[in-house]
């Protein structure tokens, strides 16, 4: 039985994530027992929301604790296989954690095409994609003419929001933390205009690149740049709530937006959150569309690759400080 | 010509409204134009969002001047008609303002059968039940066996809200300013519980009549009764944002609630603004159903009156106190 690296949660971090809040250490031998699989993980993707998961009851994961090892979803190669329709060499995404190895019930896994990119398959036909593509369509419903603005643009799901929405002939302004992230959103990803928030004239600058005001904003951070938007909604606007990046990182939340809930009453303005967990039952309409626009070169998905299990702390933390564009993958 | 008493805004409120904001003086005489009427206004109806309307371009009124005649809606008699269909001795529901006469083009005036107790008409059958219903019903979508909450519900909204959610088969619980309207609700209007948000222990009181948590909140304060109401919601529970009373009564708002957005996304909840002026081609159906909710006596609407023109300053000033219960009324 080959060892297990794992990274453990060292110690829940108080204000914002080190890497010293992790450790790497060897795990005990696994082996699956009657209707389980041993899996390999191939490769992990990292999301800003996993850092609510370390912020206690508050968040949607339950409180964290440590010495354990960090959740996160990876692709996996079954190494051994005691559940039926399951093979040796069988490619799945599974909830693996931050390890080399982990087991399985094999009835909940989903096996994916062996052949195509893990980086894909845990991007934009991961839950980073259908995310983007059932909280705009679904949420949001944005129509052709309207403006669409989404926050961490160049995130794992605000570089697919941003696309999706083009395609649906709507004008497309991202907010994003440098100058280099919005010349990328505007020269290769087709966002007709970007904003950077860290900039002073930040307001002013979001003020000029919505002249007709926003018709649906989708939010992934709050705080500030949700502020600045409210104050910017169309009447019968739209706020798509998918994340609040803004907040994560500490363990002291601030207030909410001012405007909370005179805007919303003045501009009979609509908010709404949503996780995409609610609209599972449709995954695989949605991949195959996804996938669909990929091919015809209507949708270009970005990822920033990590390698080997101990980046993965350092790969987290760059992702919370804006280091990462698109989906942040980390390659085993 | 007859003199024309006003109530006119003496300065625009920099704190909490008082009396003094406000002064009576002798207008000009008035005649109707041709396809105009003269109208002698019978009662007035003051509703807190009239505040808001005090503190300049934040709100949906537009900006405050000093030295006008303060508005508002008001039932009113037509004294002299030069307008086709409207005769004197008609009675309409007219933008009249806080004055003894005033003039309106008889195209966009809303006749109303002269039977009807203004009170009736200006409340229930005007702004404050459309909004309750509409609100509730369209926005909030309850649905039997729900639990709702309604803030500021010994209101003119408030009251009403209650009484039709509890008529849809709800659970419905009020938040009030004082034990005397939480008994109000309790003992007269069929609210299943009430809690005093001034009681210094009403975020457990609020916990604790809210079991089985909250799936329709209908937010007529914002602040922290909304910032409570955020950490009890329902998945997929939905806030009827209807009106800010918390914060009309200052030139200083506060903050937004805490958990905006962070609790939107982790319970899947809705949070819609809304005005009733949006609804205004379903307003004949609406104000039939409500009457013939009265007349089985499973609606009781409340109307709290003041007499005299000059009554109308201190009106608005309890009315914003919490010292009145339903409708708040001045008869002239």
Redesign the interface.
């Known amino acids: 039985m080959p060892g297990n690296r794992q990274v453990v949660i060292a110690n829940v971090p108080t204000g914002p994530l080190e890497p010293s809040n992790f450790e790497v250490r060897e795990g005990d031998a696994l082996a699956p027992g009657e209707g389980q699989v041993l899996c390999r993980t191939l490769a992990l993707t990292i999301g800003a929301g996993q850092r609510?998961g370390l912020q206690g009851s508050?968040?949607?994961a339950g409180a964290p604790v440590s010495g354990v090892v960090m959740g996160g979803t990876g692709i996996a190669r079954v190494e051994e296989s005691r559940a039926p329709g399951l093979a040796a060499g069988d490619i799945v995404v599974a909830p693996t954690g931050w390890q080399e190895l982990s087991v399985h019930d094999g009835a909940g896994l989903q096996r994916v095409e062996a052949g195509i990119d893990p980086a894909l398959q845990l991007g934009v036909l991961g839950t980073n994609g259908l995310t983007a593509y059932f909280g705009l369509l679904e949420v949001g419903r944005p129509k052709a003419g309207e403006t669409v603005v989404v926050s961490a643009a160049a995130g794992s799901v605000g570089h697919i929001v941003g696309q999706v929405a083009k395609r649906q002939g709507c004008r497309v302004v991202g907010v994003a933390g440098s100058d280099e992230k919005c010349q990328l959103l505007v020269k290769e990803l087709g966002f007709d205009e970007a904003v950077n928030y860290k900039d002073p004239g930040f307001r002013a600058a979001f003020k000029a690149v919505t002249p007709d005001r926003i018709d649906v904003y989708f939010?992934n951070t709050?705080g500030d740049i949700?502020?600045s938007a409210l104050f910017r909604m169309n009447l019968r606007g739209r706020?798509v709530?998918?994340?609040?990046v803004s907040?994560y990182d500490t363990s002291n939340?601030?207030?909410?937006?001012?405007?909370?809930?005179?805007?919303?009453?003045?501009?009979?303005?609509?908010?709404?959150?949503?996780?995409v967990f609610?609209f599972a039952a449709r995954y695989g309409e949605a991949r195959r569309e996804l996938a669909s626009w990929i091919e015809r070169g209507e949708l270009a998905p970005r990822v920033t690759e990590f390698k080997g299990l101990e980046a993965a702390p350092r790969a987290f933390v760059e992702l919370l400080h804006g280091g990462t564009i698109g989906t942040t993958i980390v390659r085993l």
């Open positions: 609510a508050a968040s949607y939010d709050g949700l502020e706020i709530c998918c994340g609040v907040q939340p601030g207030p909410g937006p001012r405007g909370v809930p005179g805007l919303l009453v003045n501009n009979r303005v609509r908010m709404e959150g949503f996780l609610d």
